[in-house]
């Protein structure tokens, strides 16, 4: 299993982002997909969650509203779209799965909002 993260950088409040995270190495369309974020001295927290069909979405309290989870079965892709972005919402950003019981994280991509 491989979970590579991407679209990462620095925005000012109020700006955008798109995330994306690239898998591989298992099959995509049958596993639910999650964003995590892990800000400096806290610890990861879920942002959002996309069952594997991508009929089924949850959000943390805090993005709600403001972040949208979706997921491409074909290109094997689950994408994190940002608006609104606010200086609490700096962290890396960790794609996630778990496959037979066993939890996979990608490397993690930077988000820094910030004027």
């Known amino acids: 299993v491989q979970l590579v993260e991407s679209g990462g950088g620095l925005v000012q409040p109020g700006g955008s982002l798109r995330l994306s995270c690239a898998a591989s190495?298992?099959?995509?369309?049958?596993?639910?997909m999650s964003w995590y974020r892990q800000a400096p001295g806290k610890e990861r927290e879920l942002v959002a969650f996309i069952s594997s069909a991508g009929g089924n979405t949850k959000y943390a309290e805090s993005v709600k509203g403001r972040f949208t989870i979706s997921r491409d079965n074909a290109k094997n892709t689950v994408n994190l779209e940002m608006n609104s972005l606010n200086p609490k919402d700096t962290a890396v950003y960790y794609c996630c799965t778990t496959v037979n019981i066993r939890v996979y994280w990608g490397q993690g991509t930077q988000v820094t909002v910030s004027s």
């Open positions: 190495g298992f099959t995509f369309s049958s596993y639910a």
